[in-house]
């Protein structure tokens, strides 16, 4: 499972060390230092498209910039928790990229919504048996919201590999780790932890959006050390 983590972009030299790929929040590419970051970078690089930060970025300007940038892989629009929506999204997604002649330019991930299991399995077989995705993206706050279980249920119903979008306990870590089809992972949560000076701590968890990287300027050198521990912490599991 390779690692992608979130940091203030102050910091994102000093921790490119640690990133497996880069997973590009693409809401936040109007920032000069985030945008030359990933430019200059030759790591794999997966879009989002900002639906976990209540952003919308546009296929349109996904493919757009995808290209300025050398994306990889782009995250197709969803709505969080909303079946019908991200459905709709999707197929008008996909009509757009054969607009735009990029189906065959790269590859495209479909994240899975819904407000019950039977909803996130009826998207999971719609979008793959589309033929248009190769990666499907599983969202933290289902973790959250109805733990574990529910994510061996869709990732053992995919032929396809996953992407696990955030990480939502570290018992998903531990359960999917060598799962062969559980390719990566991107979170924040190291950075959430040490902004609050704090390890990772298996008994909580910060509040998800209530820390916002875009508007970290500073962090002290303990918490500087705090991040790499957490990182480092997190791949050992």
């Not at 499972?1 to 000093?14: A, G, I, K, T």
């Not at 909303?82 to 735009?100: A, C, G, Q």
């Not at 979170?187 to 990772?200: D, R």
Request: avoid cysteine; charge should be negative; glycine fraction near 6%.
């Amino acid at each position: 499972m390779r690692w992608s983590f979130e940091v203030p972009f102050n910091y994102l030299q000093m921790f490119d060390k640690y990133q497996d790929y880069l997973f590009v929040l693409s809401q936040y590419l109007d920032d000069k230092r985030y945008y030359e970051y990933v430019k200059s970078s030759n790591k794999l690089k997966i879009f989002d498209n900002g639906a976990n930060e209540s952003e919308y970025v546009s296929i349109n300007k996904l493919i757009k910039v995808g290209r300025e940038l050398g994306a990889n892989i782009i995250v197709i629009p969803d709505k969080q928790f909303d079946y019908l929506i991200t459905r709709r999204m999707f197929i008008n997604s996909i009509e757009l990229i054969k607009n735009l002649n990029a189906l065959d330019e790269f590859q495209y991930m479909g994240v899975v919504q819904g407000k019950n299991i039977e909803e996130l399995l009826e998207i999971e077989n719609e979008m793959i048996n589309s033929g248009y995705i190769s990666y499907l993206g599983l969202p933290f706050k289902y973790v959250l919201e109805w733990g574990e279980e529910i994510i061996d249920k869709i990732v053992n119903s995919s032929p396809i590999p996953i992407h696990f979008l955030g990480l939502g306990t570290l018992k998903q870590v531990e359960t999917f780790k060598d799962h062969p089809l559980v390719s990566t992972i991107d979170t924040s949560l190291p950075t959430n932890y040490a902004y609050l000076n704090s390890k990772i701590d298996k008994y909580y968890r910060p509040s998800p959006g209530k820390i916002k990287l875009a508007s970290i300027e500073y962090l002290s050198e303990k918490q500087l050390d705090l991040i790499r521990q957490n990182i480092e912490d997190l791949k050992g599991l």
